[in-house]
């Protein structure tokens, strides 16, 4: 095997993530916002990584691989309205990767060495929606 004592594990160096929120007493009902963003670096890389790299170059082009392992940057958002006895109820319109950024995720191998096929895993597309809450 390939001794990677003292090397990286495909984590990142940093993540951070820095979150803000509001409210608004309306009188009746509460408004509200959130927002997050979040930071992490590039994935940092082994000898284990590069082995597995080499062996199944002749099935994958990496140049249009360069987005992974990249640094990533995610922003989510969410606006809503509290109200009813003791704020109840609420409705919310929500986004996730709501600059729709779109990443490289992880090189999966599994089926590389009896197929040929190994296969890139993506990050979530932009996702929104809306909430409807109800607290007992």
């Given amino acids: 095997g390939i001794d ?8 990142p160096s ?3 993530i820095l979150g803000a929120h509001y409210l608004h007493d309306t009188g009746s009902g509460a408004l509200f916002a ?7 670096t590039h994935q940092r890389i082994n000898d284990a990584v590069r082995f597995t790299d080499a062996a199944i170059a002749p099935f994958v082009d990496f140049s249009q691989l360069g987005r992974l ?8 958002a969410k606006i809503g309205y509290r109200f009813g006895e003791d704020h109840r109820f609420s409705i919310a319109a929500y986004a996730e990767n709501l600059l729709n950024k ?11 060495d009896v197929f040929q096929t190994p296969y890139v895993r993506r990050d979530r597309p932009a996702f929104y929606g809306v909430e409807l809450g109800f607290k007992f």
């Avoid at 004592?5 to 984590?11: I, K």
């Avoid at 392992?69 to 989510?76: D, F, G, L, P, T």
Wanted: hydrophobic share 25%; proline share 3%; aromatic share 10%.
């Fill in 34 to 40: 959130d927002v997050s963003y979040s930071y992490t």
């Fill in 69 to 76: 392992r990249s640094a990533r940057n995610i922003m989510n």
């Fill in 102 to 112: 779109k990443y490289l995720r992880t090189l999966n191998t599994i089926s590389a």
């Fill in 4 to 11: 990677i004592s003292g090397q990286p594990t495909g984590e």
């Fill in 14 to 16: 940093f993540r951070g």
